[in-house]
T-cell receptor
C-alpha cells in the first residue's frame, strides 16, 4: 500500500516568513494530492490540492509543487500570518487517501 | 449546504463497553469514508462506502469494528467491545461518486476516549 511521510513534525516561523512542508509517497499509482489544515478542535479543511498531471499550483499565499519522478510534493506558505498556525496534513491516493503524520505550524507574531 | 456531521462529538466509555458513532454525509455524496487519528499520528483510512456497499474495508483494525450504511445515507461505526487502543479521533468524510478522488469533505470528528 501507499506510505506517506511528512516533515517536519513541527515548524515555527516568524510572522511574514515563508513555511515549507514536505511529503513523500511510495505508490506511483497515486494521482491526487490534497493538503488539509486542521485548527485546534476543528475539522480538517482542504486548503489546496494538485493532480499528478500538474507540477505546481498556486492560490494566493499558498502553493503546492509535485515531483512525480521523485514522488514528493511540498506545501509553501508565503507571508505567514498568526492565523496560519495549525496542523497541516498532506495526503496521497488514488481510490483512497493515505495521510502524512501532520506538521504543527506555529507562526509567531 | 450542510457539511458532514458526526455524532457524538465526544464519547468517554470504559473498556469492554460498546460505542456507536454516526456520520451524516453531505447530501448527494455517495462516497463515505471513515478515518481514525490516534494521538500524534497520521490520519488512517478505515473504510470506504459507495452508497450502501463497502468498497474497501482494508483499514479496519479488527472484527471489533463494524461499519454499516443501510440505505446508503448515514453511516454508523460500532466498536464492540472497546479496548484502550481504540482511543482517538474518528473522522468521517464524503465525496461525490463521479469523481471519487475529488476533495473529501471532513466532519468535525468524534473524540473517543476509552478508560
Amino acid at each position: 500500500g501507499e506510505n506517506v511521510e511528512q516533515h517536519p513534525s513541527t515548524l515555527s516561523v516568524q510572522e511574514g516568513d515563508s513555511a515549507v512542508i514536505k511529503c513523500t509517497y511510495s505508490d506511483s499509482a497515486s494521482n491526487y494530492f490534497p493538503w488539509y489544515k486542521q485548527e485546534l478542535g476543528k475539522r480538517p479543511q482542504l486548503i489546496i490540492d494538485i493532480r499528478s498531471n500538474v507540477g505546481e499550483k498556486k492560490d494566493q499565499r499558498i502553493a503546492v509543487t509535485l515531483n512525480k519522478t521523485a514522488k514528493h510534493f511540498s506545501l509553501h506558505i508565503t507571508e505567514t500570518q498568526p492565523e496560519d498556525s495549525a496542523v497541516y496534513f498532506c495526503a496521497a491516493g488514488f481510490n483512497k487517501f493515505y495521510f502524512g503524520s501532520g506538521t504543527k505550524l506555529n507562526v509567531k507574531p | 449546504e450542510a457539511g458532514v456531521t458526526q455524532f457524538p462529538s465526544h464519547s468517554v466509555i470504559e473498556k469492554g463497553q460498546t460505542v456507536t458513532l454516526r456520520c451524516d454525509p453531505i447530501s448527494g455524496h455517495d462516497n463515505l469514508y471513515w478515518y481514525r487519528r490516534v494521538m500524534g499520528k497520521e490520519i488512517k483510512f478505515l473504510l470506504h462506502f459507495v452508497k450502501e456497499s463497502k468498497q474497501d474495508e482494508s483499514g479496519m483494525p479488527n472484527n471489533r469494528f463494524l461499519a454499516e450504511r443501510t440505505g446508503g445515507t448515514y453511516s454508523t461505526l460500532k466498536v464492540q467491545p472497546a479496548e484502550l487502543e481504540d482511543s482517538g479521533v474518528y473522522f468521517c468524510a464524503s465525496s461525490q461518486v463521479k469523481t471519487h478522488d475529488l476533495p473529501q469533505h471532513f466532519g468535525d470528528g468524534t473524540r473517543l476516549s476509552i478508560l
